[in-house]
């Protein structure tokens, strides 16, 4: 009877341990919510390729999510625990009482890298009152800076909300006398009108004289939940990254060998897109992120102003940097 007694005992403890096991396996494990198609994710790659998150004692997995609304969606579900994604994106879930997430890093800036192509006979904003001029998410943010340098503003315009891969088609017909996009997409506006003009970039609106940055650069957002229950599991999760933004950084070259695969293109047109990239890792990290919470509310007023979200919320309420590791 002891003997049967002890193997019941036994199996019950092992039926209970495999209940609990996935649950501590999987509070070891976070799925990061990113795109393959933008350099600012290099970083994130990086420490996944390189073994960073596993040397922390964390397994991460990288989700493709492509649009940066669906990323921050994916962390509001709890399907993702972590993500690097446009602004724009992040700005309206505030505005809507989305508390489901924090902010805590900017990565990566691309600024230059956003700009307005006019077809010919334009040569500043001046030549386009009353005309078409198609935009959208941050790169309208960008054609207003440029039309304030101008005294203007989008009232003076036709403003066209069009979808970014129909630019060219629109610029090269005439549909419209100008349009506002990132790269690479405004390498495809230069190809479709050859004699047109560049009306300014980002770097040249009063955001970057003020803020040093695009007009909506990406964000670092984490689940909420992770860091108020797992506060260690959040700060691992951010040592890895601050540690590969460093490597990027100091090694742009060994780095594009090591994510290239990422992006299916060869190392050298990674080395190349990383370099039109700006990355910001642990040196000055706190000053840099006091300017960036500035920053997000900066664009926040925008956003109310032109009354593209409902309210005005406080930036500063879902910035959270307690967890970071100390530099």
Excluded at 285 to 301: D, I, V
């Amino acid at each position: 009877m002891k003997v049967v007694a002890r193997w019941f005992t036994a199996l019950a403890l092992s039926a209970m341990a495999s209940i609990a096991a996935p649950d501590r396996a999987w509070a070891q494990k976070y799925d990061f919510a990113g795109s393959v198609t933008w350099y600012g994710q290099v970083p994130i790659m990086l420490a996944v390729d390189k073994g960073y998150f596993k040397e922390q004692g964390l397994e991460v997995n990288y989700q493709v999510i492509l649009s940066s609304g669906d990323r921050l969606a994916s962390i509001t579900a709890g399907a993702t625990a972590f993500s690097n994604l446009g602004r724009t994106a992040v700005i309206p879930a505030m505005a809507r009482g989305d508390t489901s997430f924090y902010f805590f890093a900017n990565i990566d800036d691309s600024p230059g890298n956003e700009g307005c192509w006019a077809r010919p006979g334009a040569t500043t904003f001046k030549d386009l009152k009353g005309k078409k001029v198609a935009a959208n998410t941050s790169a309208q943010v960008t054609m207003n800076g440029l039309l304030e340098v101008q005294g203007m503003t989008e009232k003076d315009i036709q403003f066209v909300n069009l979808p970014p891969n129909e630019m060219a088609g629109a610029l090269s017909k005439g549909d419209v006398d100008a349009a506002c996009v990132w790269q690479p997409l405004l390498n495809n506006l230069k190809a479709a009108v050859p004699d047109g003009k560049l009306l300014g970039t980002d770097m040249d609106t009063p955001n970057y004289q003020k803020y040093q940055s695009m007009a909506s650069p990406d964000i670092m957002v984490i689940s909420r939940k992770l860091v108020d229950e797992q506060p260690d599991h959040a700060r691992k999760l951010a040592a890895a990254i601050f540690k590969a933004v460093d490597e990027t950084i100091a090694q742009p070259e060994e780095t594009a060998k090591t994510v290239a695969h990422w992006f299916k293109k060869s190392p050298e047109d990674v080395l190349e897109g990383i370099k039109s990239f700006k990355y910001f890792g642990t040196k000055d990290r706190e000053a840099h992120m006091q300017r960036h919470t500035a920053q997000m509310q900066s664009l926040a007023q925008w956003l109310y102003d032109n009354k593209k979200i409902p309210t005005l919320p406080d930036a500063t309420k879902w910035a959270n940097t307690s967890f970071l590791p100390k530099p």
